[in-house]
């Protein structure tokens, strides 16, 4: 989604966005790409799944089944994309 779009949606002011889009960045849960005057941000999933990982580490005091209600609901049912490959012989 682009800056001004997700700044919009949120009903944030452009300048304090752009600053908590760094800060997401820099840490690893969002990722950006320039596509032409906009820069588009995407959710890195390998960083919210550390995230994650890192939060519920030890939240069921020893006792992980209590936890998976929580797994299986942020767990992503997308099926697995195929990778992308640069073969140009075809």
Same mark, same amino acid.
């Given at each position: 989604?682009?800056?001004?779009?997700?700044?919009? &949606?949120?009903?944030?002011? %452009?300048?304090?966005?752009?600053?908590?889009?760094?800060?997401?960045?820099?840490? =690893?849960?969002?990722?950006?790409?320039?596509?032409?005057?906009?820069?588009?941000?995407?959710?890195?999933?390998? =960083?919210?799944? =550390?995230?994650?990982?890192f939060l519920m580490e030890d939240c069921c005091g020893g006792c *992980?089944?209590?936890? %998976? *209600?929580?797994?299986?609901?942020?767990?992503?049912?997308?099926?697995?994309?195929? *990778?992308? &490959?640069?073969?140009? &012989?075809?």
């Open positions: 989604m682009a800056a001004g779009k997700i700044g919009e &949606t949120l009903g944030v002011r %452009q300048n304090t966005m752009s600053a908590n889009l760094a800060i997401l960045a820099r840490a =690893g849960l969002i990722r950006s790409e320039r596509e032409g005057r906009s820069i588009r941000y995407f959710a890195d999933m390998d =960083g919210m799944r =550390g995230l994650l990982a *992980p089944e209590l936890c %998976q *209600p929580v797994i299986d609901e942020v767990a992503c049912a997308c099926p697995e994309t195929p *990778p992308i &490959t640069d073969d140009l &012989t075809t």
